[in-house]
């Protein structure tokens, strides 16, 4: 009876170091297909960052486009204004000197 124990012992074990080699083959499988998983969801990210960095640069220049032609706009206004005053100015100034000249 002995030998019966000590042979259904080892067959215990034996099946025992099966199911591990088999669970670690399992593991290493499930890692290798997590890896290789990871890596795909890592380049599909870095693949969409990139279409959205590009997207938000061009919407970023875009908008600083408008808001520069607006700024050059209120200076050509500003500026117009400005030219405007002076030209007026001018032909007061010239009628003051035409007449110190004149009286002098």
């Given amino acids: 009876m002995a030998f019966d124990e000590i042979a259904g012992i080892s067959a215990a074990e034996e099946a025992a170091r099966v199911t591990v080699a088999e669970a670690l083959t399992e593991a290493k499988r499930i890692v290798a297909q997590a890896h290789k998983a990871g890596k795909t969801d890592i380049e599909e990210a870095r693949?969409?960052?990139?279409?959205?960095?590009?997207q938000r640069r061009e919407q970023a220049r875009t908008e600083a486009q408008?808001?520069?032609?607006?700024?050059?706009?209120?200076a050509e206004n500003k500026k117009a204004v400005l030219r405007a005053k002076a030209e007026s100015r001018c032909g007061k100034a010239a009628q003051y000197i035409a007449e110190r000249i004149v009286n002098a």
């Fill in 66 to 74: 408008v808001q520069a032609q607006e700024i050059y706009q209120k």
């Fill in 47 to 54: 693949a969409k960052a990139a279409a959205e960095l590009a």
